[in-house]
């Protein structure tokens, strides 16, 4: 043989053996037939009761066996690392599934589930629980087996110790082992394939799947799936079986807010009903406030009665025509210019205080109290707003007209102006 073509005989043959050093990671894989529907006729007294606390998951990094259970037809148990899948996916009794000790892996996979799960009632933590119902997601580098995970398919969070597998994860960028990993324990809680490219339960695990959506479901890569109808809804599918993140009060986004006392009384008063949301009651607290939005908070604080014209050009057929209207005849405003009104446009510090003196007809104030107002148009109403207790300023004595008020600060402003905090 000659030499040349023996030494490259003997570099693949090395090569065979000890696998390519600088081996780039693989960023996508077929997740089509990654899951076990339970039996039609299994026992529903095997399932579990429905969870009455929060959902608790549990990522095993560190390695665990994992054993059949043949003494049921059906099983799912977390806290005894028994599960069907082995058997009637893996074809095995036991697998011993090897650690990931990836740590920057590990924590962009608890990074990715948190934030695919933030609107739900899900605890992910690292540490086995010590009682109670909790899911088990294996993420494992065992690269003996094909596909990258499995999952069993639980309607309804039926079986809430569920247990979920992704592998061979050494050889996947741990982005798509993260996607994955969401993708896995959402057939955990009942979602199926669907054809949306970016929604984290399309087929094909990659990078780009970050997000759950309303979709058509994957008739070719999806033969079985929970809910009858053509469309997946995962978003509200997710909070009926897991329910909503907890939270104080009126609003999901407010907890912590120093405006949240606030926020939860002018709900109270029918001011507000909050911004826009598809699962969650949401405030929008750090939105800065429009000037439609500010008519409607005045028009519903004050009670004021319908307009007897219309007053602005550019408010026909807008949502809020009728509050600008009843604003300009309660001659708390006269529009931005020439007859209009701007309603999308922001509200101001300066605009806010001429808006809620002329409200509330505050009296004159005996001083002055910001050192930013001095022959300001707003000067007086600003300095309303200080004698009456409704505002301090922005600080070190400021008042800060030109800045935009956020819907947190307005729902403050108004709180005290109606005495409500």
């Known amino acids: 043989m000659p030499r040349n073509i023996l030494l490259f005989v003997l570099a ?10 600088d081996q780039p990671q693989l960023t996508e894989a077929s997740l089509e037939s990654d899951y076990l529907v339970p039996p039609e006729d299994i026992d529903t007294a095997e399932r579990q009761q429905a969870l009455t606390e929060s959902q608790v998951v549990f990522v095993e990094f560190d390695g665990v066996t994992v054993s059949n259970c043949p003494e049921t037809t059906y099983c799912n148990d977390a806290q005894g690392n028994r599960s069907s899948i082995i058997e009637s996916f893996f074809e095995q009794d036991t697998i011993s599934w090897r650690p990931y000790q990836n740590g920057a892996g590990r924590q962009l996979i608890m990074d990715e589930l948190e934030q695919a799960f933030d609107p739900y009632d899900v605890i992910f933590t690292t540490e086995r629980p010590s009682s109670g119902h909790y899911t088990m997601l294996v993420i494992a580098s065992n690269s003996e087996f094909s596909g990258l995970g499995v ?15 992704v592998y061979r994860a050494d050889e996947f960028s741990p982005q798509t082992l993260a996607n994955a990993a969401v993708h896995e324990l959402g ?5 199926t394939h669907v054809e949306h490219t970016h929604d984290y339960m399309y087929f094909q695990a990659d990078d780009g799947n970050n997000q759950f959506t309303e979709s058509l479901y994957d008739v070719s890569n999806a033969p079985n799936r929970c809910y009858d109808g053509d469309t997946q809804d995962a978003p509200q599918v997710l909070l009926d079986v897991l329910g909503p993140t907890p939270f104080d009060g009126y609003f999901s986004d407010t907890d912590g807010s120093v405006h949240e006392e606030a926020i939860d009384a002018i709900y ?4 507000t009903g909050g911004c826009t949301s598809d699962l969650l009651p949401e405030f929008c607290p750090s939105e800065n406030v429009t000037r439609a939005q500010m008519a409607a908070f005045l028009s519903r604080a004050l009670d004021l009665p319908p307009a ?3 007053y602005f050009s550019d408010t026909k057929g807008a ?3 009728e509050y600008a209207d009843q604003l300009a005849e309660a001659e708390i405003t006269m529009g931005c210019d020439d007859g209009l009104y701007c309603g999308g446009d922001d509200v101001t510090r300066a605009q806010m205080a001429l808006f809620l003196t002329r409200a509330f007809d505050l009296p004159p104030a005996t001083q002055s109290y910001f050192t ?12 309303r707003l200080a004698e009456a207790g409704i505002t301090m300023g922005c600080g070190n004595n400021e008042y800060c007209g030109a800045e935009s008020v956020t819907r947190g600060q307005m729902a403050s402003f108004l709180a005290r102006a109606l005495g409500l905090v």
Not at 151 to 165: E, H, K, T, V, Y
Not at 187 to 191: I, K, N, T, V
Not at 372 to 383: C, N, Q, V
């Open 12 to 21: 693949l043959l090395f090569l065979s053996i000890t696998g390519c050093l």
């Open 151 to 165: 999952a069993p398919l639980d309607c309804g969070n039926a079986f809430p110790s569920s247990i979920a597998f």
């Open 187 to 191: 057939h955990s809680f009942g979602l």
């Open 268 to 271: 109270e008063e029918g001011i």
């Open 308 to 310: 007897s014209k219309s």
């Open 319 to 321: 949502w809020f025509e």
């Open 372 to 383: 930013d107002t001095a022959g300001a148009f707003y000067e007086d109403a600003a300095d």
